[in-house]
């Protein structure tokens, strides 16, 4: 009550943001109060848009009571003014989390994915996951292109070998590209010349081109 008659009392003071996480913490610890304690935690971050006490509880409240859209905006408008990239890749993977998981918006998801692979072109999740989405939104384009970008980063000729495989076979049964296809299969091969789904692919596409000396 003495916090709260402060905060009517001070209103815009710059110490009155202290007052309102005080507020919040005993709303949220003693008086189960979620909701007036969300409201408080919001006029801290209103003052001090990345005071991780209050983001983390505010967050912690808003999985409890299932408010993801309102979390991952929450996250999401602290992206472009977080203070190092280790706290835009952290906001960013939890919009992409919650984008995925729980709303089922994927184009969100894919677009958090792409920032952080900008910021972080080695990030340990981000390929497999973009991926995945990438795939089941039937991005093939795109998909080809990250495929692309993640060979770049490595070394071991299987590895590379693998991902022009996947390329192969989304050029050859996804659009309809013969050409880039049999290209994709080809440089498996020089990779890893005993490479068994690369040479069946490969026949495959001959067989069908009558190509029966080229087998």
Not at 124 to 151: C, D, V
Not at 155 to 163: C, H, K, M, S, T
Request: with cysteine.
């Amino acid at each position: 009550a003495l916090y709260e008659h402060e905060i009517n009392v001070f209103g815009d003071e710059p110490f009155v943001w202290r007052r309102h996480f005080e507020v919040a913490k005993l709303y949220e610890q003693r008086l189960s109060g979620s909701v007036l304690a969300l409201e408080h935690y919001a006029a801290v971050l209103a003052e001090r848009p990345h005071y991780l006490p209050a983001l983390k509880s505010a967050a912690h409240i808003m999985e409890q009571n299932a408010q993801w859209a309102e979390l991952a905006d929450m996250f999401l408008a602290r992206v472009p003014t977080a203070k190092s990239s280790r706290q835009r890749l952290y906001m960013l993977d939890k919009v992409a989390e919650i984008a995925e998981v729980r709303l089922g918006l994927d184009d969100i998801a894919i677009d958090a994915w792409k920032e952080i692979l900008l910021l972080s072109p080695e990030h340990p999740k981000a390929f497999s996951s973009l991926g995945r989405l990438l795939h089941r939104a039937a991005r093939w384009k795109e998909l080809i292109e990250l495929n692309q970008q993640e060979m770049e980063l490595m070394d071991d000729p299987e590895e590379i070998a693998d991902l022009y495989l996947k390329n192969a076979e989304v050029f050859e049964k996804k659009l309809l590209d013969d050409g880039n296809a049999e290209l994709c299969y080809r440089r498996a091969l020089q990779l890893v010349p005993d490479f068994v789904p690369a040479l069946k692919g490969l026949g495959r596409l001959l067989m069908h081109d009558n190509r029966w000396d080229d087998l």
